[in-house]
């Protein structure tokens, strides 16, 4: 390396090193400043100085535009320095909120409108306001990416039978990327899946017809079932001729009890046969 970039590297150091004690006597000197200005105005200062959180709120307090240590205050009362701090609330309560219905082409291109709502909370203040501008609307819009993403690779069938899958494929897919703003999704769910009308048609066309072969079939089991019973109690029959003869009358009977004005009475087999026999 040359002696100029030498040169000009320590330069560049030591003008940083003078920035850097300069802005230290600065804020050495304004913090003093604000102290004796709380002093001289107490206790009107104390309107301006002491502040409250909520127990569900945290504050991050920063001094000179730098974050202070110690972390986020609360809850409770907390003390600020007039005019050299600044600070900003942070709710850590579960905050729900709808993701808006998305036109999706799933894996077997059928176009669907899907609607989801998440949950989330922000775990740590400090990282939610320092490491994200706006930490619930990077949420709310990287939960609407992250859907479209995920169920982009699904097919029909299997959005509408396995939604709590998909939930949780969401519910990590969304977790790990928010993990460094401080905030925690805590649970996704799909409230809806809309589908196109015609679709809608051709599906309750498509399950009418596997209804009606369904009832053919059990029909044609029933008929099948029937006929061999039919077939059985034939056989029993006409092993003994009295038997047939009972039918008849059980015949006969049940017509009766329906009141009908015609009745039917079957002629035994056996008064035939005697008269046959008597002609003969």
């Known amino acids: 390396m040359s002696?100029?970039?030498?040169?000009?590297?320590?330069?560049?150091?030591?003008?940083s090193g003078d920035t850097g004690c300069c802005s230290s006597i600065c804020a050495v000197v304004l913090t003093v400043l604000s102290f004796i200005l709380v002093v001289c105005t107490f206790p009107f200062s104390l309107m301006f100085c002491l502040k409250i959180v909520q127990e569900y709120?945290?504050?991050?307090?920063?001094?000179?535009?730098?974050?202070?240590s110690g972390g986020a205050k609360g809850p409770g009362l907390f003390f600020i320095l007039p005019c050299i701090d600044s600070?900003?609330?942070?709710?850590l309560r579960v905050v729900s909120f709808d993701v808006p219905p998305q036109e999706i082409l799933t894996k077997d291109s059928v176009t669907v409108a899907v609607d989801a709502v998440v949950y989330y909370k922000i775990y740590n203040a400090t990282m939610s306001v320092t490491n994200v501008e706006n930490?619930?609307?990077s949420t709310r819009l990287l939960a609407q990416t992250t859907l479209r993403n995920i169920l982009g690779t699904r097919s029909l069938s299997e959005?509408?039978?396995?939604?709590?899958?998909?939930?949780?494929?969401i519910q990590t897919n969304l977790d790990e990327p928010t993990d460094p703003w401080g905030v925690r999704v805590e649970r996704v769910e799909v409230k809806d899946v809309r589908l196109p009308q015609n679709l809608q048609r051709a599906m309750a066309a498509e399950a009418e017809a596997a209804r009606e072969a369904r009832a053919k079939v059990i029909a044609a089991e029933g008929e099948?079932?029937?006929?061999?019973?039919?077939?059985?109690?034939?056989?029993?029959?006409?092993?003994?001729?009295?038997?047939?003869q009972l039918r008849y009358l059980q015949t006969l009977s049940a017509i009766s009890a329906e009141k009908n004005s015609t009745i039917i009475f079957p002629l035994p087999i056996s008064m035939l046969n005697a008269l046959k026999g008597s002609s003969g």
Do not use: C, W
């Open 224 to 244: 099948m079932n029937a006929s061999r019973a039919l077939k059985e109690a034939a056989e029993v029959i006409a092993e003994s001729p009295q038997a047939l």
């Open 87 to 91: 600070y900003q609330k942070v709710d």
């Open 3 to 15: 002696s100029k970039n030498l040169h000009n590297i320590s330069s560049t150091q030591d003008q």
């Open 159 to 169: 959005i509408l039978s396995e939604r709590e899958t998909i939930s949780h494929a």
């Open 135 to 137: 930490a619930s609307n």
């Open 57 to 68: 709120e945290r504050a991050v307090i920063f001094r000179l535009g730098r974050l202070m």
